[in-house]
């Protein structure tokens, strides 16, 4: 969010259980309006072939998050 607010197009990834957490930090940071990517908890302890998966279902939300104009 720091690099946002410089003006470095960033998009949050996170795992629903730490939504609350990006958003608290969101505030913090003075990005209140951000949209983060949520995407299935959990990644800790995955073979990489599942990362890469659900990396490969958000692409596209990532994309979209990184270009529209907010």
Partial sequence: MSLENRGVPTV???TG???NSANLHA???G???FQPV??????G???S???IEKAAA???QIVAALTEQG
């Fill in 12 to 14: 949050v990834i996170c």
């Fill in 17 to 19: 259980p730490f939504l």
């Fill in 27 to 29: 505030r913090v940071f």
């Fill in 31 to 33: 990005r209140s309006g």
């Fill in 38 to 43: 949520v995407i299935t908890h959990p990644l």
């Fill in 45 to 47: 302890g995955l073979k």
């Fill in 49 to 51: 072939e599942l990362v």
């Fill in 58 to 60: 958000a692409a596209e």
